[in-house]
């Protein structure tokens, strides 16, 4: 069976740091693209970041570019969400998911679960002092 579980989240304070992890199982998690998709309580999901199976640079969203880094270790099966400068509106359950489709599409840095093949159950990240 596929598996995305997500870790690492937590509280935090406006300004600091954290990285989350997602290990994935069940597939071959190489070859395929992973992303980020985040949920704020009462609000809709929203891409964040993804990061190809191969060499290609990692992507981001405007809203996180510059302060979160995107990374994958494929020996390990993991994906990774390193968190800096963290803002109160970063406040969120972050989830890990494969899209189905490419990053330089608009579909494929989606806010819709269906268009991505698996999700992970995620993780609560909570910015406050």
């Known amino acids: 069976d596929v598996q995305l579980v997500e870790s690492g989240g937590g509280l935090v304070q406006p300004g600091g740091s954290l990285t989350l992890s997602c290990v994935a199982s069940g597939f071959t998690f190489s070859t395929y693209a992973m992303s980020w998709v985040r949920q704020a309580p009462g609000k809709d999901l929203e891409w964040v970041a993804g990061?190809?199976?191969?060499?290609?640079?990692?992507v981001y969203s405007d809203s996180v570019k510059g302060r979160f880094t995107i990374s994958r270790d494929n020996a390990k099966n993991t994906l990774y969400l390193q968190m800096r400068s963290v803002k109160t509106e970063d406040t969120a359950v972050y989830y890990c998911?494969?899209?189905?489709?490419?990053?330089?599409?608009?579909?494929?840095?989606?806010?819709?679960?269906?268009?991505?093949?698996?999700w992970g159950q995620g993780t609560l990240v909570t910015v406050s002092s």
């Open positions: 990061a190809t199976g191969g060499p290609g640079h990692p």
């Open positions: 998911a494969t899209p189905r489709y490419e990053f330089d599409l608009p579909a494929g840095r989606s806010n819709r679960r269906a268009d991505y093949y698996y």
